[in-house]
T-cell receptor, first 112, second 112 residues
Framework: QKEVEQDPGPLSVPEGAIVSLNCTYS??????FMWYRQYSRKGPELLMY????GNKEDGRFTAQVDKSSKYISLFIRDSQPSDSATYLC????????????FGAGTRLFVKA | EAGVTQFPSHSVIEKGQTVTLRCDPI?????LYWYRRVMGKEIKFLLH????????ESGMPNNRFLAERTGGTYSTLKVQPAELEDSGVYFC??????????FGPGTRLTVL
């Protein structure tokens, strides 16, 4: 069983839709939860970062962490064609130098 | 501020040859990470340097891979001899005093 499970998609939505991306994990030691966005032929870019449980909002993006269920989510409101990318969830226990475990990534297409 | 840079962007070699990948972290970042994404799989941790010392090399697949960071600045990852299964995208990331890892654009390695 993988430590982090993420549906690879692809997920296709119309412009303006609310997008929900999710990951589940099995390691209860994870304390740091990240969402990265990766455009084609580019490196991952940190989008959202949450420590422990709770919600975090940044513009059109909201990250949620439910440690009791080992479940994290990223919501994108008013999605735009420029949001089309691969979204990677990532987690770290924070010990041992912040070694990061990634999900497989979900490919998102936002149609104009 | 310059980001993480990686060279080359793409390398095509034949099985049995040697390839050396280079990563230049963000200036002043003591922490440097190597990750790899093979086709269809998630990004996986390879190793972590703190300055010139290997903090964690638990993700290195075998002894054909050698990472160095002489002087604690740039790092190299050498694969010798390369095998077909080594094909993938190799990412480097660096981190300063915060929790955030900044990724480079990656080196796409193709072993024929």
């Amino acid at each position: 069983q993988k430590e982090v499970e993420q549906d690879p998609g692809p997920l296709s939505v119309p412009e303006g839709a609310i997008v929900s991306l999710n990951c589940t994990y099995s390691n209860s030691a994870f304390q740091y939860f990240m969402w990265y966005r990766q455009y084609s032929r580019k490196g991952p870019e940190l989008l959202m970062y949450t420590y422990s449980s709770g919600n975090k909002e940044d513009g059109r993006f909201t990250a949620q962490v439910d440690k009791s269920s080992k479940y994290i989510s990223l919501f994108i409101r008013d999605s735009q064609p420029s949001d089309s990318a691969t979204y990677l969830c990532a987690m770290s226990a924070g010990t041992g130098g912040f070694k990061t475990i990634f999900g497989a990534g979900t490919r998102l297409f936002v149609k104009a | 501020e310059a980001g993480v840079t990686q060279f080359p962007s793409h390398s095509v070699i034949e099985k049995g040859q040697t390839v050396t990948l280079r990563c230049d972290p963000i200036s002043g970042h003591d922490n440097l990470y190597w990750y790899r994404r093979v086709m269809g799989k998630e990004i996986k941790f390879l190793l972590h340097f703190v300055k010139e010392s290997k903090q964690d090399e638990s993700g290195m697949p075998n002894n054909r891979f050698l990472a160095e960071r002489t002087g604690g600045t740039y790092s190299t990852l050498k694969v010798q001899p390369a095998e077909l299964e080594d094909s993938g995208v190799y990412f480097c990331a660096s981190r300063g005093t915060t929790d955030t890892q900044y990724f480079g654009p990656g080196t796409r390695l193709t072993v024929l």
